[in-house]
């Protein structure tokens, strides 16, 4: 185990812990075991001389005097190890255990210690002066002992307890930072190139959302690169056909095959018009979707901007047999919008309508408001969408039927800039369609602020 790895360090942590808190529990509990023992040894010391001065009170009672206390408390001091001193009414020590003060007046000013207690009822007869000897005799070797002995089991159980401690802690690391190694190596993997790699761990707090957290960015790395892959085998495809055109049509120049007149140049022009709107529409995707796209927004009459679109498709969708027509639904209030990146998505959905909808059909463009949104709609009366393509009609080259929108000249990217466009302008995009019997195509952007309710109909 290296010194630098996460598990080492982990253990390590927990032992520094263990130890500092094992410590402070040591200290304590010496701490309070020898406070408990000189607590116990005050409320003794003091028991004891509440019974010396009874038994000096009976003895005052009996005798009238304290003649014959001597023996008394000479004994009593020797089996306590106590220094005790007793004098009469008038201060002078008629007993001492010690038998150095008898017969001498007694001050306690110079000792500290003591234990003090009158004696002799009703009315006090004399004062009895204890003092514990320190050093202590047997009783208090015998409390340290005690207090040794304690220290000791402590020493031995913290010792216990530590060894446990960095056994379970070694166990508890252990099962941590699995999840931590695989998603080591889930990444290392991930670095060589493998996008499958996936987490398995049931974990409900930050390591499991970690975990979560990695699994969802290597499936949207996944589908990112899915889609990069298909997004370049689709440019491929579409940069294929103009180019074989091109290059088929000058091969045959260059072999004579065919002669350089107008109508051959007529058809090399349209191809490169053809490859120089995929480039373009390209170019816009990509600004767009990367957010660069700048907007010049304004307060815009929605009416008007529908107006135009629809008088330019008109002569087109005439010379195809279609009819265009407008519809407003009530009274719609200026709009905050880029004028020409909103023409821009009607006049996409307008070709892509026109592009799918038969001689004798109609184009519907009808305008609503929506609470803070307008919303605009494009309804044709085509072959409509099948349901499964209903979810990818906004996918960048995504076309049903890929022959016939070709023939048609979609280049199948309208729909996705038009998406990126409405959402650029903070609203939405969506088509509703059933087969057989048209689609609807609509979009909303948002209404001005500062625009206060006013007529604008749509003529």
């Known amino acids: 185990m290296k010194n630098h790895s ?18 402070s529990v040591f200290a304590f509990m010496s701490w309070s075991t020898s406070a408990e023992f000189d607590r116990f040894r005050e409320r003794l010391d003091n028991q004891r001389a509440s019974e010396l001065g009874i038994a000096a009170t009976r003895f005052y009672m009996a005798a009238g005097d304290w003649t014959g206390i001597q023996p008394y408390m000479r004994h009593m001091g020797d089996m306590w190890d106590w220094r005790v001193i007793l004098t009469d009414a008038e201060g002078v020590v008629v007993a001492d255990s010690e038998e150095t003060l008898l017969g001498q007046p007694y001050s306690d000013e110079s000792r500290e210690g003591l234990i003090i207690a009158h004696v002799g009822d009703p009315k006090a007869a004399g004062t009895l002066y ?154 816009e995707l990509s600004i767009v979707e990367a957010g660069q796209l700048a907007l010049q927004r304004q307060p815009e009459d929605v009416a008007q901007l529908v107006a135009h679109a629809a008088e330019a498709m008109r002569t087109a969708a005439m010379a195809k047999g279609v009819e265009v027509s407008t519809q407003a639904d009530g009274e719609l209030p200026l709009v905050s919008v880029d004028y020409h990146r909103i023409s821009q998505v009607l006049r996409n959905l307008l070709d892509n309508a026109l592009a799918h909808t038969p001689a004798g059909g109609s184009i519907t463009i009808k305008t609503a408001p929506l609470g803070d949104f307008v919303e605009v709609s494009v309804t044709d009366t085509g072959e409509g969408i099948e349901p499964e393509n209903l979810l990818h009609v906004f996918d960048r080259f995504y076309r049903a039927d890929r022959s016939r929108a070709r023939a048609i000249g979609g280049r199948g990217l309208g729909l996705t800039i038009s998406k990126e466009l409405v959402e650029a302008h903070g609203g939405k995009i969506g088509v509703e369609s059933e087969p057989g019997e048209g689609s609807r195509f609509w979009f909303t952007v948002p209404v001005d602020r500062d625009d206060a309710p006013s007529t604008h109909p749509q003529g």
């Open 130 to 283: 204890m003092e514990p000897q320190n050093p202590p005799g047997a009783e208090r070797a015998l409390f340290g002992g005690l207090v040794n002995r304690i220290g000791r089991f402590l020493i031995s159980g913290l010792l216990v307890a530590f060894a446990a401690s960095v056994v379970l802690a070694w166990f508890l690391s252990r099962r941590i930072l699995t999840p931590v190694r695989d998603l080591r190596l889930a990444v290392q993997r991930l670095g060589a190139g493998d996008l499958s790699q996936r987490v398995d761990v049931q974990d409900p707090g930050e390591l499991g959302e970690l975990v979560n957290a990695f699994n969802t960015m290597v499936s949207q790395l996944q589908q990112a690169d899915t889609t990069q892959r298909q997004m370049i085998a689709d440019i491929a495809h579409e940069l294929r056909t103009p180019l074989s055109n091109i290059r088929g049509y000058v091969e045959g120049i260059k072999d004579k095959v065919l002669e350089p007149d107008a109508e051959t140049i007529a058809i090399l022009d349209g191809e490169a018009i053809l490859l120089s709107r995929l480039v373009e529409d390209l170019q």
């Open 6 to 23: 996460l598990l080492f360090r982990l253990i390590a942590a927990f032992a520094v812990i263990t130890i500092l808190a094992l410590a």
